[in-house]
């Protein structure tokens, strides 16, 4: 049969057949009406019914029964307040109450919660890349809780609660990982005892944290502050009590107080004023890059700070003091392979861009890094602004492409890990749950604090749009975390249910064959 295109049938005439068809469906002879009205085969009729059918008729919806939609958004709304609200049980069964919510009491919030958190999976990844790892503890009451995370996506990889912080405990715990196929490069951490002996028992490579290792100094910077204004005080006051003398031995004896409050209060203010200059200067020879952008070397490095060590033995008679620099020559040996891979590092980047570039780019590179760890905001915008102005004067270079330059080369110099600041961030952030829940707390729901944090996408900063799951693995988060681990439960609900239901029919199964097997003790049992 041969089909040709009617043009005399426009959209207009289209839409009013097919509506026709589909308000008269089921009417006896009312498709060969109108195959003869508007003369068209059956199947051109056919064919703009089943189009409009799709259109106008309703799509079906899953139904989701009342109990089950009001058990979900109870679950949600339990988690969504512990975890992201960081509320209290006790809190939690107030807010319940104040909005007239069901299973408001403690107990069953308790019991819910404990659930939840015992039907999320446990994430064990395998990563084919090297790894920095930054370790550190914090405490719930006396019970230590061991943290190890990636020092580059921030995801963590462990957080138990530990008998001890041993160095027996540190190595099975880095052992675990390595066992489980994770390839770590080193392990950035404090100078704890037990953490470093662990991460050398366990074949790794210790780095020392740069904040940890220079804050031994910190004491005598505020020490010093002190007594300078302390004495400065004093010469206010013996000033005021020399004028207020009348006589002329009066006069004589408070000049001379006056005198040396005058000659103690400069003693003072010379010996901070000279510390806190060492002070400042310790903290800038750990700059990775000199001011015109060139990368600098560990035995430029290593010169500098023991200058800066030598001149507070010598100039400052305090025991303490110089015992504090023993303590810290001896840790700063940890330090130097920074120096070293940073070396490595800026050489190869030097064979695939300019030297101008580079070094503009890795002066922006650490004007950002100081501006995200600036307190104060006015020196936060001053790094920042400084930061832009060296990444501009790398664009005006003839070289394309800069931003994915620039890119690599921030990625580059971010591998070379020398902070444990991030794990610091997260180490607050589980102290926050623990103060929420008076440091009473199970691994089982220290595991749902750690997969919050893991896939919790961030707001702000710059990571902000990624989780650490996201940054680690490079997958996108399949929901909220909140969703997620709600839906763990509910599918680990549902699985017991069908193992339920298939261990109900095993079982009767066997019933029904023993019965027929031993059809005689059946009766004398029912006898």
Known sequence: MKFIRRRDLTSKIRASIALEAL?????????????????VSRQFIYLLLWAASGLFE?????????????????????TALKLQGDCSIGDI????????????????????????????????????????LLIDETFSGRKPI????????????????????????????LKELKD?????????????????????????????????????????????????????????????????????????NRLQQ??????????????????????????RAFDPFNADGSARTRSSVEGEIGAILELMESEFNDSKLHA??????????????????????????SNQMPQDVLRELSLAWQAEKKSRAAKVYSQKKALERVAAERRFLAACTNMQDTDSVAKNVFQRLDSNVRSSSPIEAINSQIRDYLNSSRGQITQETLDMIVYFL??????????????????????????????????YSALRKTSASLSDESGLSANCGQTCSLNMLCPDSRRKKAA
Request: net charge neutral.
């Open 324 to 349: 504090a620099v023993r303590s810290f020559r001896k840790a700063v040996e940890e330090y130097w392979p920074y120096f070293e891979r940073l070396e490595a590092i800026v050489e190869q980047l």
């Open 454 to 487: 893991n896939h919790k996408v961030a707001s702000r900063g710059a990571y902000k749009g990624t989780s650490a799951w996201e940054r680690l693995t490079g997958e996108h988060e399949k929901g909220t975390v909140v969703d997620q681990i709600v839906q």
């Open 93 to 132: 069964s107030q807010i319940l109450k104040m909005l007239q919510m069901p299973k408001n009491a403690v107990g069953a919030i308790s019991q819910r919660l404990r659930e939840l958190a015992c039907a999320l999976p446990k994430e064990r990844l395998s990563l084919d890349c090297l790894i920095v």
């Open 58 to 78: 309703p799509k079906v919806a899953q139904v989701v029964s009342e109990p089950q939609r009001i058990e979900l958004c109870w679950d949600r709304f339990l």
């Open 146 to 173: 061991l943290v190890i995370i990636d020092a580059k996506s921030h995801y963590i990889f462990r957080a138990i609660l530990a008998p001890d912080r041993k160095a027996d405990t540190w190595e099975a715990l």
């Open 258 to 283: 006056y005198e040396e409050a005058v000659e103690e209060a400069e003693q003072a203010m010379r010996r901070y004023d000279n510390y806190a200059y060492l002070w400042g200067e310790l903290i």
């Open 180 to 252: 489980g196929g994770m390839i770590i490069d080193y392990v950035v951490g404090d100078q704890g005892f037990g953490l470093r002996k662990g991460v050398e028992a366990a074949g790794f490579a210790h780095h020392p944290d740069l904040m940890h290792l220079v804050r031994i100094f910190g004491p005598w910077l505020w020490r010093y502050e002190r007594i300078a204004i302390e004495a400065i005080k004093k010469e206010i006051e013996r000033e005021k009590v020399f004028e207020s003398a009348k006589s002329e031995a009066n006069l004589t």
């Open 23 to 39: 308000l008269h469906r089921g009417v006896w002879g009312n498709i060969s009406r109108l195959v003869q009205r508007y003369q």
